[in-house]
């Protein structure tokens, strides 16, 4: 049985940082790409960061780029999200997925790609 399972979420000022985690088991984690979407409240769930299979590549949304940054650790089927500079907009419920593409170094940016998810994380930032 696949689960991902985010953690880290909580409470922060505008400027303070955070560390989301989504620990992946019941599959090979090195076979899929991961992301992280967010959905605000009264908005449809939006693409945040992503990262492929192999050498990590990496891509964002343009609303976080420079404050955000995705990694992996495959020996550990552990994916990260550091988040800094934190703003009040990027309140949201917070969810990782996983995708098992063929293309070892690519990732998508479409939720409908994604073939598992997490039950997500909160994230509040106040101002």
């Known amino acids: 049985q696949v689960q991902l399972v985010e953690s880290g979420g909580g409470l922060v000022q505008a400027g303070d940082s955070l560390r989301l985690y989504c620990e992946a088991s019941?599959?090979?984690?090195?076979?899929?790409?991961m992301a992280w979407f967010r959905q605000a409240p009264g908005k449809e769930r939006e693409f945040v960061a992503a990262?492929?299979?192999?050498?990590?590549?990496?891509g964002y949304a343009d609303s976080v780029k420079g404050r955000f940054t995705a990694s992996r650790d495959n020996g550990k089927s552990l994916m990260y999200l550091q988040m800094n500079s934190l703003r009040p907009e990027d309140t949201a419920v917070y969810y990782c997925?996983?995708?098992?593409?063929?293309?070892?170094?690519?990732?998508?940016?479409?939720?409908?790609?994604?073939?598992?998810w997490g039950q997500g994380t909160q994230v509040t930032v106040s101002s």
């Open positions: 019941g599959l090979t984690f090195s076979n899929y790409a």
């Open positions: 990262i492929s299979r192999r050498m990590g590549r990496t």
């Open positions: 997925a996983a995708d098992q593409r063929n293309n070892a170094y690519g990732w998508s940016d479409k939720g409908s790609d994604y073939d598992y």
